[in-house]
């Protein structure tokens, strides 16, 4: 996916207004009416989230006579997984590092708490 490409995906999804019509489209295609309807906006203000929505290649609308239905593209959502999963497998390697680090620390210091036991048993005797 062109950086581009993912910028406008990511930016369609950055208003929760358009997330929630995403959401209603994963059901099944619908008309624009019946997307509104849960909406406290006016339809030109659906229309333009629709829009922005297209424009990313999240969905798709079509004419059939008088209904427009509009459905959901899973495409960019499957490039925005692929990206975060490309940072999560980085995180995932650093956060290994880190755990071997702490449990390498850990191991050292149980070594040295023996060591000074050891010595403190010793000078007892």
């Not at 309807?37 to 629709?50: C, G, M, Q, T, Y």
């Not at 956060?95 to 036991?117: A, G, H, V």
């Amino acid at each position: 996916m062109q950086p581009d490409r993912l910028s406008a995906t990511f930016a369609a999804l950055s208003d929760p207004t358009r997330r929630a019509i995403l959401a209603r489209l994963a059901s099944g295609e619908t008309s624009v009416l019946k997307l509104a309807e849960p909406f406290e906006i006016s339809l030109p203000a659906v229309s333009k989230h629709l829009k922005v929505l297209e424009r990313a290649g999240l969905i798709e609308r079509s004419r059939e006579a008088q209904w427009r239905p509009c459905r959901l593209q899973a495409n960019p959502l499957k490039d925005i997984a692929d990206w975060v999963e490309y940072y999560r497998r980085h995180w995932e390697e650093s956060f290994d590092k880190l755990d071997r680090y702490l449990k390498e620390l850990q191991r050292k210091s149980k070594s040295q708490e023996i060591q000074r036991k050891e010595k403190k048993d010793g000078r007892k005797t």
